[in-house]
């Protein structure tokens, strides 16, 4: 139950990662994060990608069909 809400939570986190990629980087002409709110937003998106990767890994791997 708590992995799932975090799970969720994360949905907005990456949603508002996407946001602050696009009006508070040096990608465009506006504002930018300071040096600690940007690691902040980093290391929790890394957090995420970590997770999701090593479920991956622990996942029994897929038997290939042959299509005959």
Known sequence: ?????????NISII???NN???TASLAHDNPI???NES???VKSILNIIEF????????PPEE???PF
């Not at 139950?1 to 939570?9: F, G």
């Not at 999701?52 to 996942?59: A, M, N, P, R």
């Open 1 to 9: 139950e708590t992995t799932a809400r975090i799970l969720k939570t």
């Open 15 to 17: 949603e508002s990662y």
């Open 20 to 22: 602050d990629r696009n």
């Open 33 to 35: 994060l300071n040096k």
């Open 39 to 41: 690691r902040l937003i």
């Open 52 to 59: 999701i990767e090593t479920i991956d890994k622990d996942k």
């Open 64 to 66: 290939e069909s042959v």
